[in-house]
């Protein structure tokens, strides 16, 4: 846009709170600072508290209690529209009758802004994500991607300071979602401003986020960057969400480990270095193209038939290749201990 009018804003909810019914809140007493410019991932499963934590920062949900601050300003008891946020929402919620044009400047619409401006503004913002010589069409006379477009177009006709995503990509196929959230990031890079991205997939919150917060139980689990919360998973629930990971019993205590520092040895070989073992029996063993994942079960313990497999690892094609295992052999399961890290 010509004009400077998109400045990101930090977001801060201290204590926030949410209580639909009787019994556990939907969001119960949660910390988080965002800042400003960066991009945030609201990560957790089904249930667990995401979307109500959004709609709590869009004013779309009253708060049971708590506070919710945009740059350090008490937004809480703002209406939606007075906040400085908006909601992006999934492509098909364009409208079809609408011309992309007219999807973009509706908000404008509704507050009495003549049409000539109106129309200046959802132009210069459809150049903006390189929607501009498709302004006339109609959502249906467009690809998925290009309405995902005009849907950001839209979320930004108000100049937000910060940006809600409730699962954006979640309606479209698996190819167009990696393809939109590449997208997304660089959007959300080029205008600068503060995105805030509710998601139930681990994958999707990795690839985007500066931040990524788990949660639930209405609770948040962990906050960081991906890097740090794959690689230092706090709890067993966030290891085993992350995925990626085992959980396993020492006499020390749960430790995480990555599937893919575990080595697969026969019975009696000696791992490279100092090493923690398990003995254990293979469950499956998957072809993945540049690795091999087998599944796992510790020794000893009765093999149901159709068992899901207690751990994984995952060993590169090469090191599979040059000793491969078969279904219902005994192996030793073995990592550095550098490598086991607690869970609480
Ligand atoms: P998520 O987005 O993580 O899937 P939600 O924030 O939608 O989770 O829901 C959290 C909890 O609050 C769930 O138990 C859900 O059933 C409940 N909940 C959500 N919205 C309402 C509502 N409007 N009225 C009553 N309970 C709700
Ligand atoms: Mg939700």
Redesign the pocket.
């Known amino acids: 846009m010509p004009d400077a009018t998109l400045s990101p804003a930090a977001i801060e909810v201290v204590a926030l709170t ?1 209580r ?2 009787q019994g556990r809140p ?2 119960d007493g949660i910390d988080l600072r965002i800042d400003g410019g960066s991009y945030c991932c609201l990560l ?10 959004l ?1 709590m920062i869009a004013g779309h ?1 009253s708060v049971t209690s708590g506070d919710v601050l945009l740059d350090d300003r008490n937004i809480t008891d703002l209406p939606a529209a007075e906040r400085g946020t908006a909601m992006m929402f999934q492509s098909f919620a364009l409208f079809p009758h609408l011309s992309a044009l007219d999807n973009v400047a509706f908000s404008l619409k509704m507050k009495g802004i003549a049409k000539a401006e109106r129309h200046r503004r959802a132009q210069d913002l459809l150049e903006r994500v390189a929607m501009g010589h498709l302004a006339q069409r109609k959502p249906a006379e467009m690809s998925g991607g290009q309405q995902q477009r005009v849907a950001l177009a839209r979320a930004l006709i108000t100049q937000p300071r910060v940006l809600l995503l ?1 699962e954006p990509l979640s309606a479209l196929d698996p190819f167009l979602r990696i393809q939109m959230r590449a997208e997304l990031r660089r959007w959300q890079k080029e205008l600068g401003l503060t995105f805030i991205h ?1 998601t ?1 997939s681990q994958e999707e919150a990795m690839a985007l986020a500066d931040t990524m917060v788990v ?1 639930n139980h ?1 609770v948040i689990e962990q906050a960081g960057p991906p890097r740090e919360v794959y690689n230092h998973p706090v709890n067993e629930f966030v290891a085993r969400f992350m995925g990626g990971h085992n959980v396993i019993d020492t006499p020390a205590g749960k430790v995480g480990v990555r599937t893919d520092h575990v080595q697969v040895l026969p019975p009696g070989h000696a791992a490279t270095g100092e090493a923690a073992s398990l003995p254990a029996v293979v469950t499956d063993v998957e072809y993945q193209g540049t690795y091999v994942l087998l599944g796992l079960q510790k020794a000893g313990a009765a093999l149901a038939a159709h068992a899901t497999a207690e751990y994984a690892a995952m060993l590169p094609e090469s090191t599979y290749a040059a000793q491969p295992f078969q279904v219902g052999e005994s192996v030793q399961m073995c990592w550095a201990p550098q490598r086991a890290h607690a869970l609480a």
């Open positions: 949410k639909y019914a939907a969001v957790g499963p089904s249930g667990c508290g995401k979307s109500t934590t709609r949900e409730d509710v139930h949660m209405g």
